[in-house]
Protein backbone atom coordinates (compact mmCIF):
# COMPACT_ATOMS: atom_id res chain seq x y z
CA UNK A 1 0.00 0.00 0.00
CA UNK A 2 1.44 3.44 -1.03
CA UNK A 3 1.16 6.49 1.62
CA UNK A 4 1.14 10.33 0.43
CA UNK A 5 3.45 12.31 2.22
CA UNK A 6 0.45 14.30 4.04
CA UNK A 7 -1.06 10.74 5.10
CA UNK A 8 2.75 9.86 6.51
CA UNK A 9 3.08 12.99 8.19
CA UNK A 10 -0.25 12.55 10.61
CA UNK A 11 0.64 8.92 11.30
CA UNK A 12 4.66 9.35 11.94
CA UNK A 13 4.02 9.38 15.74
CA UNK A 14 1.50 7.04 16.10
CA UNK A 15 3.10 5.01 19.38
CA UNK A 16 4.27 2.08 19.43
CA UNK A 17 2.01 -0.95 19.98
CA UNK A 18 -1.30 0.66 18.38
CA UNK A 19 -2.36 -0.92 15.42
CA UNK A 20 -3.70 1.22 12.80
CA UNK A 21 -5.65 -0.40 9.37
CA UNK A 22 -6.12 2.10 6.48
CA UNK A 23 -8.37 0.53 3.60
CA UNK A 24 -8.18 2.64 0.21
CA UNK A 25 -10.27 2.48 -2.67
CA UNK A 26 -8.36 3.31 -5.77
CA UNK A 27 -10.62 3.71 -8.16
CA UNK A 28 -8.92 6.95 -9.23
CA UNK A 29 -5.73 6.48 -6.87
CA UNK A 30 -2.05 6.01 -7.64
CA UNK A 31 -1.89 2.58 -8.01
CA UNK A 32 -4.38 2.59 -10.65
CA UNK A 33 -2.93 1.32 -13.44
CA UNK A 34 -5.60 1.96 -16.16
CA UNK A 35 -5.64 5.84 -15.02
CA UNK A 36 -2.06 5.92 -15.04
CA UNK A 37 -1.40 5.12 -18.27
CA UNK A 38 -2.98 8.36 -19.34
CA UNK A 39 0.57 9.28 -17.92
CA UNK A 40 2.70 8.52 -21.12
CA UNK A 41 4.05 12.16 -21.23
CA UNK A 42 7.61 12.53 -20.22
CA UNK A 43 9.10 15.24 -19.64
CA UNK A 44 11.74 16.07 -22.48
CA UNK A 45 15.01 16.77 -22.02
CA UNK A 46 15.84 20.26 -22.63
CA UNK A 47 19.00 22.42 -23.23
CA UNK A 48 18.35 25.02 -20.87
CA UNK A 49 18.31 23.46 -17.28
CA UNK A 50 16.45 26.74 -16.40
CA UNK A 51 13.69 26.98 -19.13
CA UNK A 52 10.29 26.55 -17.58
CA UNK A 53 8.63 23.35 -17.98
CA UNK A 54 5.17 22.58 -17.89
CA UNK A 55 2.66 19.38 -17.25
CA UNK A 56 -0.73 19.22 -17.80
CA UNK A 57 -3.46 16.42 -17.20
CA UNK A 58 -6.96 16.30 -16.28
CA UNK A 59 -6.99 20.52 -17.18
CA UNK A 60 -4.72 21.27 -14.58
CA UNK A 61 -0.91 22.29 -15.52
CA UNK A 62 1.93 22.11 -13.47
CA UNK A 63 4.64 25.01 -14.69
CA UNK A 64 7.67 24.23 -12.90
CA UNK A 65 11.28 26.36 -12.61
CA UNK A 66 14.10 26.89 -10.81
CA UNK A 67 16.32 29.91 -10.45
CA UNK A 68 19.81 30.61 -9.07
CA UNK A 69 18.98 32.66 -5.72
CA UNK A 70 22.32 34.98 -6.21
CA UNK A 71 22.47 36.09 -9.73
CA UNK A 72 20.52 38.53 -11.52
CA UNK A 73 21.80 37.00 -15.12
CA UNK A 74 19.31 35.91 -17.16
CA UNK A 75 21.19 32.50 -18.36
CA UNK A 76 23.22 32.32 -15.20
CA UNK A 77 23.63 28.70 -14.44
CA UNK A 78 22.88 26.44 -11.75
CA UNK A 79 26.15 25.61 -9.77
CA UNK A 80 26.84 23.01 -7.35
CA UNK A 81 26.76 24.31 -3.47
CA UNK A 82 24.66 27.37 -4.83
CA UNK A 83 21.57 28.04 -3.77
CA UNK A 84 17.96 27.96 -5.42
CA UNK A 85 14.40 28.84 -5.63
CA UNK A 86 12.12 26.04 -7.00
CA UNK A 87 8.54 26.89 -8.27
CA UNK A 88 5.51 25.29 -9.27
CA UNK A 89 2.80 27.44 -10.27
CA UNK A 90 -0.67 24.92 -10.34
CA UNK A 91 -3.56 26.38 -12.99
CA UNK A 92 -6.47 25.41 -14.15
CA UNK A 93 -7.04 25.55 -18.52
CA UNK A 94 -8.90 28.94 -17.44
CA UNK A 95 -5.35 29.90 -15.79
CA UNK A 96 -6.94 30.27 -12.29
CA UNK A 97 -4.78 29.57 -9.70
CA UNK A 98 -5.41 26.05 -7.40
CA UNK A 99 -4.65 26.97 -3.84
CA UNK A 100 -4.38 24.99 -0.62
CA UNK A 101 -2.15 21.78 -2.55
CA UNK A 102 0.30 19.84 -0.71
CA UNK A 103 2.75 19.14 -3.56
CA UNK A 104 5.23 16.27 -2.92
CA UNK A 105 8.67 16.78 -4.41
CA UNK A 106 12.38 14.80 -4.75
CA UNK A 107 15.64 15.73 -6.95
CA UNK A 108 17.46 12.22 -8.12
CA UNK A 109 20.19 12.19 -10.03
CA UNK A 110 20.34 10.34 -13.02
CA UNK A 111 22.87 7.94 -13.95
CA UNK A 112 24.76 8.43 -17.25
CA UNK A 113 21.93 7.75 -19.94
CA UNK A 114 19.68 6.93 -18.12
CA UNK A 115 16.01 7.97 -19.04
CA UNK A 116 12.58 8.22 -17.00
CA UNK A 117 9.66 7.57 -18.87
CA UNK A 118 6.26 7.96 -17.54
CA UNK A 119 6.01 3.87 -15.74
CA UNK A 120 9.96 4.51 -14.14
CA UNK A 121 8.86 7.54 -12.99
CA UNK A 122 5.84 6.64 -11.11
CA UNK A 123 8.19 3.62 -9.88
CA UNK A 124 10.70 5.73 -8.53
CA UNK A 125 7.98 8.16 -6.72
CA UNK A 126 6.86 4.67 -4.89
CA UNK A 127 10.18 3.86 -3.50
CA UNK A 128 10.93 7.70 -2.42
CA UNK A 129 7.79 6.73 -0.64
CA UNK A 130 8.86 3.54 1.28
CA UNK A 131 11.19 4.29 4.30
CA UNK A 132 14.91 3.23 2.82
CA UNK A 133 18.01 3.51 4.15
CA UNK A 134 19.46 2.55 0.23
CA UNK A 135 17.08 4.35 -1.56
CA UNK A 136 17.06 7.82 -1.34
CA UNK A 137 16.37 11.08 -3.48
CA UNK A 138 19.36 13.79 -3.07
CA UNK A 139 17.06 16.01 -2.12
CA UNK A 140 13.96 15.44 -0.27
CA UNK A 141 11.36 18.36 -0.22
CA UNK A 142 8.73 16.91 1.74
CA UNK A 143 11.00 16.19 4.82
CA UNK A 144 10.87 17.25 8.07
CA UNK A 145 13.52 16.95 10.91
CA UNK A 146 12.75 17.61 14.71
CA UNK A 147 15.52 19.15 16.54
CA UNK A 148 15.97 18.71 20.40
CA UNK A 149 18.38 20.56 22.71
CA UNK A 150 19.55 18.53 25.21
CA UNK A 151 20.90 18.81 28.32
CA UNK A 152 23.92 16.84 27.44
CA UNK A 153 26.39 18.81 24.99
CA UNK A 154 24.66 17.87 22.14
CA UNK A 155 21.59 17.99 19.67
CA UNK A 156 19.15 15.66 18.58
CA UNK A 157 18.50 15.13 14.87
CA UNK A 158 15.29 13.10 14.24
CA UNK A 159 13.53 11.93 11.41
CA UNK A 160 9.78 10.96 12.61
CA UNK A 161 9.34 9.80 8.89
CA UNK A 162 11.86 7.06 8.11
CA UNK A 163 13.87 5.14 10.59
CA UNK A 164 16.72 2.79 10.28
CA UNK A 165 16.80 -0.16 11.80
CA UNK A 166 14.32 0.97 14.16
CA UNK A 167 15.76 4.19 15.66
CA UNK A 168 14.49 7.45 14.43
CA UNK A 169 17.63 8.90 15.35
CA UNK A 170 18.99 10.54 11.91
CA UNK A 171 22.19 12.11 13.46
CA UNK A 172 23.93 13.79 16.82
CA UNK A 173 25.20 16.90 16.47
CA UNK A 174 28.19 17.32 19.02
CA UNK A 175 28.60 20.97 20.96
CA UNK A 176 31.22 22.74 22.58
CA UNK A 177 29.33 23.01 25.86
CA UNK A 178 25.68 22.76 26.80
CA UNK A 179 23.21 25.05 24.62
CA UNK A 180 21.27 27.59 26.32
CA UNK A 181 19.14 29.50 22.92
CA UNK A 182 19.34 28.78 19.06
CA UNK A 183 18.00 29.95 15.92
CA UNK A 184 18.15 28.66 12.24
CA UNK A 185 18.74 30.90 9.36
CA UNK A 186 16.47 32.37 7.09
CA UNK A 187 17.06 30.03 4.25
CA UNK A 188 17.18 27.20 6.67
CA UNK A 189 20.81 26.27 5.71
CA UNK A 190 22.33 27.47 9.76
CA UNK A 191 21.50 26.57 13.15
CA UNK A 192 22.96 28.99 15.39
CA UNK A 193 23.28 27.47 19.32
CA UNK A 194 25.14 29.98 22.13
CA UNK A 195 26.83 28.05 24.42
CA UNK A 196 27.42 29.96 27.92
CA UNK A 197 29.91 28.04 29.47
CA UNK A 198 32.15 28.34 26.52
CA UNK A 199 31.44 31.86 25.82
CA UNK A 200 31.00 31.02 22.33
CA UNK A 201 28.39 30.42 19.06
CA UNK A 202 27.99 27.11 17.22
CA UNK A 203 27.44 27.41 13.80
CA UNK A 204 25.87 24.28 12.41
CA UNK A 205 25.83 23.47 8.69
CA UNK A 206 21.64 22.12 8.81
CA UNK A 207 22.52 20.68 5.32
CA UNK A 208 24.97 18.33 6.60
CA UNK A 209 24.31 18.37 10.24
CA UNK A 210 28.00 19.21 11.18
CA UNK A 211 29.42 21.85 12.77
CA UNK A 212 30.94 24.40 10.92
CA UNK A 213 32.72 26.45 13.74
CA UNK A 214 32.77 27.82 17.63
CA UNK A 215 32.91 31.29 17.30
CA UNK A 216 33.72 33.19 20.65
CA UNK A 217 31.33 36.09 21.54
CA UNK A 218 31.65 37.15 24.57
CA UNK A 219 31.31 36.09 28.19
CA UNK A 220 27.86 34.02 29.08
CA UNK A 221 25.97 34.43 26.10
CA UNK A 222 22.59 33.30 26.23
CA UNK A 223 19.32 34.61 24.45
CA UNK A 224 20.17 35.20 20.82
CA UNK A 225 18.31 37.01 17.98
CA UNK A 226 18.47 36.68 14.56
CA UNK A 227 17.94 39.53 11.89
CA UNK A 228 15.21 38.87 9.31
CA UNK A 229 17.76 39.44 6.32
CA UNK A 230 20.28 36.75 8.08
CA UNK A 231 23.01 39.27 8.07
CA UNK A 232 23.13 40.12 12.09
CA UNK A 233 23.03 37.53 14.94
CA UNK A 234 22.28 39.34 18.46
CA UNK A 235 23.58 37.90 21.56
CA UNK A 236 22.92 38.88 25.17
CA UNK A 237 26.14 38.43 27.57
CA UNK A 238 25.49 37.95 30.91
CA UNK A 239 28.82 38.99 32.56
CA UNK A 240 30.10 42.38 32.75
CA UNK A 241 30.45 44.22 30.52
CA UNK A 242 26.72 43.41 30.28
CA UNK A 243 25.36 44.58 26.79
CA UNK A 244 24.64 42.74 22.88
CA UNK A 245 27.60 41.38 20.80
CA UNK A 246 26.29 41.18 16.91
CA UNK A 247 27.92 38.98 15.12
CA UNK A 248 28.28 39.17 11.64
CA UNK A 249 27.30 35.97 9.98
CA UNK A 250 28.81 36.23 6.58
CA UNK A 251 32.38 36.58 8.39
CA UNK A 252 31.32 35.60 11.27
CA UNK A 253 33.70 37.78 13.59
CA UNK A 254 32.29 40.08 15.95
CA UNK A 255 30.34 43.64 14.27
CA UNK A 256 30.17 45.13 17.96
CA UNK A 257 29.88 44.92 21.59
CA UNK A 258 27.49 46.76 23.05
CA UNK A 259 27.18 48.27 26.48
CA UNK A 260 23.33 48.14 27.47
CA UNK A 261 23.17 48.20 31.38
CA UNK A 262 22.88 45.20 33.95
CA UNK A 263 21.39 42.15 32.89
CA UNK A 264 20.11 39.23 32.08
CA UNK A 265 18.78 40.46 29.02
CA UNK A 266 15.94 39.83 26.39
CA UNK A 267 16.21 41.37 22.82
CA UNK A 268 14.20 41.32 19.85
CA UNK A 269 13.99 43.17 16.59
CA UNK A 270 11.71 45.32 14.26
CA UNK A 271 10.28 42.98 11.17
CA UNK A 272 12.68 46.02 9.08
CA UNK A 273 15.54 45.46 10.70
CA UNK A 274 15.85 49.05 11.80
CA UNK A 275 16.01 49.03 15.45
CA UNK A 276 16.60 46.23 18.16
CA UNK A 277 15.61 46.49 21.56
CA UNK A 278 17.44 44.94 24.59
CA UNK A 279 16.13 44.36 28.26
CA UNK A 280 18.40 44.81 31.67
CA UNK A 281 16.99 43.31 33.91
CA UNK A 282 18.40 44.69 37.03
CA UNK A 283 18.62 48.38 35.97
CA UNK A 284 15.11 48.09 34.88
CA UNK A 285 15.47 50.01 31.90
CA UNK A 286 15.14 49.06 27.94
CA UNK A 287 17.77 49.85 25.40
CA UNK A 288 17.17 51.25 21.66
CA UNK A 289 20.21 50.52 19.11
CA UNK A 290 20.17 51.64 16.07
CA UNK A 291 20.99 48.70 13.55
CA UNK A 292 22.33 50.85 10.91
CA UNK A 293 24.81 52.74 12.77
CA UNK A 294 25.20 50.23 15.64
CA UNK A 295 24.85 52.31 18.38
CA UNK A 296 22.66 53.00 21.46
CA UNK A 297 20.18 55.75 20.42
CA UNK A 298 17.65 55.86 23.53
CA UNK A 299 17.56 53.92 27.19
CA UNK A 300 14.18 54.02 28.59
CA UNK A 301 13.09 53.39 32.36
CA UNK A 302 10.11 50.41 32.06
CA UNK A 303 9.24 49.30 35.32
CA UNK A 304 10.75 46.52 37.92
CA UNK A 305 12.57 43.52 36.42
CA UNK A 306 12.02 43.61 32.99
CA UNK A 307 12.44 39.74 31.70
CA UNK A 308 10.62 39.92 28.57
CA UNK A 309 10.18 40.95 24.68
CA UNK A 310 7.52 40.62 21.88
CA UNK A 311 6.76 42.50 19.22
CA UNK A 312 3.16 43.57 17.87
CA UNK A 313 3.51 45.05 14.07
CA UNK A 314 0.53 45.45 13.82
CA UNK A 315 -0.01 47.88 16.85
CA UNK A 316 3.43 49.41 16.17
CA UNK A 317 4.75 48.28 19.99
CA UNK A 318 7.18 46.39 21.91
CA UNK A 319 5.79 44.88 25.31
CA UNK A 320 7.94 44.72 27.80
CA UNK A 321 6.80 41.79 30.81
CA UNK A 322 8.26 43.18 34.30
CA UNK A 323 8.62 40.74 36.66
CA UNK A 324 9.14 42.53 39.69
CA UNK A 325 6.01 45.13 39.80
CA UNK A 326 3.76 42.60 37.12
CA UNK A 327 3.68 45.83 34.81
CA UNK A 328 3.22 45.41 30.73
CA UNK A 329 4.68 48.61 29.56
CA UNK A 330 3.66 49.10 25.79
CA UNK A 331 6.81 51.09 23.80
CA UNK A 332 6.08 52.52 20.38
CA UNK A 333 8.51 52.27 17.82
CA UNK A 334 8.13 55.05 16.34
CA UNK A 335 8.03 58.10 18.99
CA UNK A 336 10.39 55.29 21.01
CA UNK A 337 8.05 56.56 24.22
CA UNK A 338 6.48 54.08 26.85
CA UNK A 339 2.73 54.66 24.99
CA UNK A 340 0.70 52.66 27.80
CA UNK A 341 1.51 50.40 30.77
CA UNK A 342 -1.16 47.68 31.69
CA UNK A 343 -1.38 46.11 35.42
CA UNK A 344 -1.01 42.96 36.15
CA UNK A 345 0.86 40.79 39.09
CA UNK A 346 4.39 40.36 40.34
CA UNK A 347 6.04 36.95 38.99
CA UNK A 348 5.64 37.86 35.06
CA UNK A 349 7.76 35.27 33.06
CA UNK A 350 7.25 35.21 29.17
CA UNK A 351 4.79 37.37 26.73
CA UNK A 352 3.94 36.65 23.32
CA UNK A 353 2.31 39.03 20.81
CA UNK A 354 -0.49 36.10 18.95
CA UNK A 355 0.44 35.78 15.04
CA UNK A 356 -2.08 37.93 14.05
CA UNK A 357 -0.64 40.99 16.34
CA UNK A 358 -4.16 41.01 18.20
CA UNK A 359 -3.45 40.17 21.61
CA UNK A 360 -1.09 39.63 23.94
CA UNK A 361 -0.46 36.82 26.46
CA UNK A 362 1.74 37.16 29.94
CA UNK A 363 2.97 34.33 31.60
CA UNK A 364 2.53 34.77 35.39
CA UNK A 365 5.15 31.84 36.95
CA UNK A 366 4.64 32.84 40.73
CA UNK A 367 0.72 33.06 40.49
CA UNK A 368 0.67 30.51 37.47
CA UNK A 369 -1.90 32.58 35.45
CA UNK A 370 -1.78 33.98 31.81
CA UNK A 371 -3.20 37.36 31.36
CA UNK A 372 -4.77 38.23 28.21
CA UNK A 373 -4.58 41.58 26.66
CA UNK A 374 -5.70 43.79 23.34
CA UNK A 375 -3.10 45.24 21.59
CA UNK A 376 -5.73 48.02 19.68
CA UNK A 377 -6.75 48.85 23.32
CA UNK A 378 -4.12 47.86 25.69
CA UNK A 379 -6.27 46.95 27.76
CA UNK A 380 -6.23 43.69 30.31
CA UNK A 381 -9.28 40.98 28.42
CA UNK A 382 -8.81 38.18 31.57
CA UNK A 383 -6.51 35.92 33.20
CA UNK A 384 -6.67 32.18 33.04
CA UNK A 385 -5.49 29.78 35.61
CA UNK A 386 -2.54 27.45 34.09
CA UNK A 387 -0.18 25.23 35.61
CA UNK A 388 2.45 25.67 38.33
CA UNK A 389 4.94 27.73 37.53
CA UNK A 390 4.02 28.88 33.96
CA UNK A 391 6.90 30.14 31.46
CA UNK A 392 6.46 29.37 27.92
CA UNK A 393 3.42 29.99 24.92
CA UNK A 394 3.27 29.04 21.43
CA UNK A 395 0.84 29.42 18.81
CA UNK A 396 -0.86 27.23 16.30
CA UNK A 397 -4.14 28.48 14.03
CA UNK A 398 -6.74 27.45 16.68
CA UNK A 399 -4.68 27.86 20.14
CA UNK A 400 -2.48 29.58 22.47
CA UNK A 401 -0.42 26.89 24.49
CA UNK A 402 0.84 26.97 28.15
CA UNK A 403 4.28 24.75 29.32
CA UNK A 404 4.25 24.74 33.27
CA UNK A 405 7.08 23.21 34.17
CA UNK A 406 5.96 22.15 38.10
CA UNK A 407 2.72 20.13 35.76
CA UNK A 408 3.07 17.58 33.05
CA UNK A 409 -0.18 19.24 32.06
CA UNK A 410 0.03 22.03 28.59
CA UNK A 411 -2.81 24.13 28.62
CA UNK A 412 -4.81 25.31 25.63
CA UNK A 413 -6.68 28.36 25.33
CA UNK A 414 -8.95 28.36 22.15
CA UNK A 415 -8.01 31.93 20.20
CA UNK A 416 -11.84 32.16 18.31
CA UNK A 417 -12.83 32.79 22.13
CA UNK A 418 -10.79 35.89 21.89
CA UNK A 419 -13.58 37.51 19.60
CA UNK A 420 -16.10 36.99 21.48
CA UNK A 421 -17.14 38.62 25.19
CA UNK A 422 -17.01 35.98 28.01
CA UNK A 423 -14.86 33.44 29.64
CA UNK A 424 -12.39 31.73 26.69
CA UNK A 425 -12.21 28.09 25.91
CA UNK A 426 -9.48 25.93 28.33
CA UNK A 427 -8.61 22.38 28.27
CA UNK A 428 -4.76 20.66 29.04
CA UNK A 429 -3.66 17.48 27.78
CA UNK A 430 -0.84 15.42 29.33
CA UNK A 431 2.52 15.82 27.89
CA UNK A 432 4.71 12.70 29.37
CA UNK A 433 4.63 11.26 32.84
CA UNK A 434 6.40 13.22 35.07
CA UNK A 435 6.72 17.21 35.40
CA UNK A 436 9.57 18.93 33.48
CA UNK A 437 10.60 20.63 36.33
CA UNK A 438 11.73 16.67 37.64
CA UNK A 439 14.70 16.97 35.21
CA UNK A 440 17.70 20.11 35.76
CA UNK A 441 17.45 20.56 32.12
CA UNK A 442 16.35 23.86 31.34
CA UNK A 443 16.73 26.51 28.51
CA UNK A 444 15.74 30.09 27.25
CA UNK A 445 14.26 28.37 23.83
CA UNK A 446 10.92 26.75 23.33
CA UNK A 447 10.30 23.53 24.27
CA UNK A 448 6.56 23.08 22.50
CA UNK A 449 6.63 24.04 18.48
CA UNK A 450 3.99 23.76 16.02
CA UNK A 451 4.08 20.55 13.58
CA UNK A 452 3.78 21.12 10.21
CA UNK A 453 0.11 21.61 9.14
CA UNK A 454 0.38 24.16 12.42
CA UNK A 455 -2.82 21.88 13.94
CA UNK A 456 -0.73 20.10 16.91
CA UNK A 457 2.61 20.63 18.80
CA UNK A 458 5.60 18.74 19.62
CA UNK A 459 6.32 18.68 23.14
CA UNK A 460 10.18 18.35 25.20
CA UNK A 461 9.77 16.64 28.55
CA UNK A 462 13.13 16.52 29.48
CA UNK A 463 12.19 14.25 33.01
CA UNK A 464 10.73 11.83 30.39
CA UNK A 465 13.39 11.83 27.85
CA UNK A 466 10.75 12.01 25.43
CA UNK A 467 9.41 14.53 22.83
CA UNK A 468 5.13 14.44 22.62
CA UNK A 469 3.37 14.51 19.39
CA UNK A 470 -0.34 15.91 20.65
CA UNK A 471 -2.93 16.77 17.41
CA UNK A 472 -5.32 19.13 18.41
CA UNK A 473 -8.63 17.75 18.80
CA UNK A 474 -7.14 14.48 20.88
CA UNK A 475 -7.59 13.98 24.75
CA UNK A 476 -3.93 12.47 25.22
CA UNK A 477 -1.04 12.93 22.66
CA UNK A 478 -1.37 10.40 19.98
CA UNK A 479 2.72 9.59 20.23
CA UNK A 480 6.28 10.15 21.29
CA UNK A 481 9.63 10.06 20.29
CA UNK A 482 12.43 8.52 21.96
CA UNK A 483 15.51 10.85 22.48
CA UNK A 484 17.97 8.00 23.58
CA UNK A 485 18.62 8.51 26.99
CA UNK A 486 19.06 12.29 26.83
CA UNK A 487 17.03 14.95 28.60
CA UNK A 488 15.87 17.43 25.36
CA UNK A 489 14.83 20.83 27.00
CA UNK A 490 14.28 22.71 23.64
CA UNK A 491 12.63 21.85 20.50
CA UNK A 492 12.82 23.34 16.69
CA UNK A 493 11.68 21.87 13.24
CA UNK A 494 13.38 22.31 9.99
CA UNK A 495 10.74 22.12 7.32
CA UNK A 496 11.88 21.12 3.70
CA UNK A 497 8.70 21.12 2.32
CA UNK A 498 7.22 23.35 -0.45
CA UNK A 499 5.75 26.57 0.61
CA UNK A 500 2.35 28.58 -1.22
CA UNK A 501 4.01 31.63 -1.03
CA UNK A 502 1.14 33.31 -3.02
CA UNK A 503 -1.84 31.68 -3.88
CA UNK A 504 -1.19 28.96 -6.55
CA UNK A 505 2.50 29.21 -6.21
CA UNK A 506 4.70 26.66 -4.07
CA UNK A 507 8.61 26.97 -4.00
CA UNK A 508 11.24 25.63 -1.84
CA UNK A 509 15.08 27.83 -1.30
CA UNK A 510 17.57 24.85 -2.02
CA UNK A 511 20.94 24.34 -2.12
CA UNK A 512 22.15 22.68 -4.93
CA UNK A 513 23.57 19.12 -4.75
CA UNK A 514 26.25 17.60 -6.55
CA UNK A 515 26.55 18.52 -10.39
CA UNK A 516 24.89 16.22 -13.57
CA UNK A 517 20.77 15.64 -14.67
CA UNK A 518 18.63 15.64 -12.34
CA UNK A 519 14.52 13.91 -12.51
CA UNK A 520 12.37 16.62 -10.17
CA UNK A 521 9.82 14.18 -9.25
CA UNK A 522 6.49 15.47 -8.53
CA UNK A 523 3.49 13.91 -6.55
CA UNK A 524 -0.27 16.02 -6.31
CA UNK A 525 -2.43 13.46 -3.82
CA UNK A 526 -5.80 15.60 -4.89
CA UNK A 527 -5.59 16.25 -7.92
CA UNK A 528 -3.61 13.31 -8.46
CA UNK A 529 -0.54 14.43 -10.47
CA UNK A 530 2.59 12.68 -11.31
CA UNK A 531 5.39 13.36 -13.03
CA UNK A 532 9.38 13.93 -13.09
CA UNK A 533 10.58 17.09 -14.90
CA UNK A 534 14.04 17.64 -15.91
CA UNK A 535 17.14 20.23 -14.91
CA UNK A 536 21.15 19.88 -14.53
CA UNK A 537 23.27 21.15 -12.05
CA UNK A 538 27.31 22.49 -13.37
CA UNK A 539 30.08 21.74 -11.47
CA UNK A 540 30.99 25.42 -9.47
CA UNK A 541 34.32 26.76 -10.18
CA UNK A 542 34.67 27.95 -6.74
CA UNK A 543 34.08 24.95 -5.37
CA UNK A 544 35.42 22.55 -7.90
CA UNK A 545 34.43 18.50 -7.93
CA UNK A 546 37.02 17.16 -5.51
CA UNK A 547 39.57 14.78 -7.85
CA UNK A 548 40.35 12.96 -4.45
CA UNK A 549 38.79 9.60 -3.64
CA UNK A 550 35.55 10.47 -1.78
CA UNK A 551 34.00 7.16 -0.76
CA UNK A 552 30.01 6.41 -0.23
CA UNK A 553 29.24 3.72 2.14
CA UNK A 554 25.92 1.49 0.94
CA UNK A 555 24.33 -0.60 3.75
CA UNK A 556 23.15 -4.13 2.32
CA UNK A 557 20.99 -4.79 5.31
CA UNK A 558 18.86 -8.47 5.71
CA UNK A 559 18.53 -7.30 9.09
CA UNK A 560 17.50 -4.05 10.49
CA UNK A 561 17.39 -4.91 14.50
CA UNK A 562 20.72 -6.85 15.87
CA UNK A 563 19.82 -9.03 18.95
CA UNK A 564 21.71 -8.54 22.45
CA UNK A 565 24.20 -11.36 22.66
CA UNK A 566 24.00 -12.59 19.09
CA UNK A 567 26.49 -12.01 16.23
CA UNK A 568 25.01 -9.45 14.20
CA UNK A 569 26.97 -9.34 10.71
CA UNK A 570 26.68 -5.88 8.56
CA UNK A 571 27.35 -6.14 4.87
CA UNK A 572 27.98 -2.77 3.08
CA UNK A 573 28.99 -1.77 -0.44
CA UNK A 574 31.85 1.11 -1.10
CA UNK A 575 31.60 3.22 -4.18
CA UNK A 576 33.39 5.71 -5.77
CA UNK A 577 31.73 8.75 -5.28
CA UNK A 578 33.69 10.32 -8.57
CA UNK A 579 33.47 7.51 -10.59
CA UNK A 580 30.21 5.84 -9.51
CA UNK A 581 32.44 2.82 -9.41
CA UNK A 582 32.33 0.00 -7.07
CA UNK A 583 36.21 0.26 -4.87
CA UNK A 584 37.28 -3.54 -4.45
CA UNK A 585 39.98 -4.77 -2.09
CA UNK A 586 41.16 -2.35 -0.38
CA UNK A 587 43.11 -3.37 2.73
CA UNK A 588 42.13 -1.41 5.77
CA UNK A 589 38.35 -0.48 5.40
CA UNK A 590 38.02 0.14 9.35
CA UNK A 591 34.94 0.04 11.14
CA UNK A 592 33.58 1.41 14.81
CA UNK A 593 30.68 0.59 16.14
CA UNK A 594 29.41 2.30 19.31
CA UNK A 595 26.49 2.32 21.88
CA UNK A 596 24.93 5.79 22.09
CA UNK A 597 26.20 7.87 24.50
CA UNK A 598 29.59 6.42 23.53
CA UNK A 599 29.29 3.33 26.62
CA UNK A 600 30.65 0.85 24.95
CA UNK A 601 32.90 0.76 21.29
CA UNK A 602 34.30 -1.39 18.93
CA UNK A 603 36.79 -0.90 16.10
CA UNK A 604 37.78 -3.54 13.47
CA UNK A 605 39.41 -4.03 9.84
CA UNK A 606 36.01 -4.75 7.36
CA UNK A 607 36.68 -8.18 5.55
CA UNK A 608 36.56 -7.93 1.56
CA UNK A 609 33.89 -10.20 -0.32
CA UNK A 610 34.39 -9.05 -4.00
CA UNK A 611 32.51 -6.48 -6.10
CA UNK A 612 33.17 -3.81 -4.06
CA UNK A 613 31.56 -5.20 -0.93
CA UNK A 614 32.61 -5.93 2.67
CA UNK A 615 31.55 -7.16 5.85
CA UNK A 616 32.52 -7.00 10.00
CA UNK A 617 30.60 -8.74 12.83
CA UNK A 618 30.54 -7.46 15.88
CA UNK A 619 28.14 -8.14 19.11
CA UNK A 620 25.89 -6.16 20.27
CA UNK A 621 26.11 -5.98 24.29
CA UNK A 622 23.11 -4.45 25.70
CA UNK A 623 19.90 -3.35 24.00
CA UNK A 624 19.52 0.69 22.40
CA UNK A 625 21.36 2.83 19.40
CA UNK A 626 24.30 1.68 17.96
CA UNK A 627 26.10 3.70 15.18
CA UNK A 628 28.65 2.95 12.45
CA UNK A 629 31.19 4.59 11.37
CA UNK A 630 33.45 3.81 7.72
CA UNK A 631 37.38 5.14 7.23
CA UNK A 632 39.77 4.15 4.61
CA UNK A 633 43.60 5.60 5.88
CA UNK A 634 44.80 4.98 2.89
CA UNK A 635 42.39 7.19 0.69
CA UNK A 636 41.93 9.46 3.70
CA UNK A 637 38.47 9.11 4.61
CA UNK A 638 38.56 9.68 8.12
CA UNK A 639 35.06 8.68 10.24
CA UNK A 640 33.58 11.95 10.16
CA UNK A 641 33.90 11.99 6.12
CA UNK A 642 29.96 10.38 5.76
CA UNK A 643 26.95 10.58 7.98
CA UNK A 644 26.97 6.70 10.29
CA UNK A 645 24.83 4.38 9.73
CA UNK A 646 22.16 3.81 12.80
CA UNK A 647 20.94 0.27 13.96
CA UNK A 648 19.14 -0.77 17.03
CA UNK A 649 19.72 -3.57 19.27
CA UNK A 650 17.17 -5.57 21.06
CA UNK A 651 16.71 -8.36 23.63
CA UNK A 652 15.44 -11.81 22.62
Known amino acids: MLLSYKSRRSLAAIPNGLLVIILVVASGGFLHLKAQEKLQKASAKISDPRAAQTYTEGGISVDFSIDPVSSGAVKAELLTGAEAIVRFRIHDAGNQYVSNLHPSVWFDRLEPGQLTDARSCREKIQSFLQPSFARRARLDLNSYFILALNHEPNISVIDPLNGFGGSKLYALIPLAGSGADWVMSPDKQRLYVSMPSTNQVAVIDSVTWKPIASVGVGPQPSRIVLQRD ?42 DDRLAFVTNKIDGTLTVVDIRRLAVIKTLKVGSLPIALSLSPLAGAVYVANAGDGIISAVDVTTLTVMAQIKTEPGLRTIRISPDSRFGFAANQITNRVFIFDTASNRLRQAVAVGAGADQITFTKGFVYVRAPGSEFVTMITIADLDRTGEVGVTRFPAGQKAPSDSAASSLADAMT ?44 LDNSLTETSRGNYTATIRLPESGPYDVAFLLDSPRLVNCFSTTIADNPANPRSTTNVLAFEPLLKERVARVGETYTLRFKVTDTNSHQPRASLPDVGVMVFLAPGVWQQRTIAKAIG ?42
Open 230 to 271: GRYLWIANENRPDGVTVLDTVTLKTAAHILTGTGPHDIVVTD
Open 450 to 493: PIPGNDGVLVANPADKMIYFYTEGMAAPMGSFQNYRRDPKALLI
Open 611 to 652: NGVYEVAFVPPQAGVYYVYFQVPSLQVPFSANLPLILQAAKN
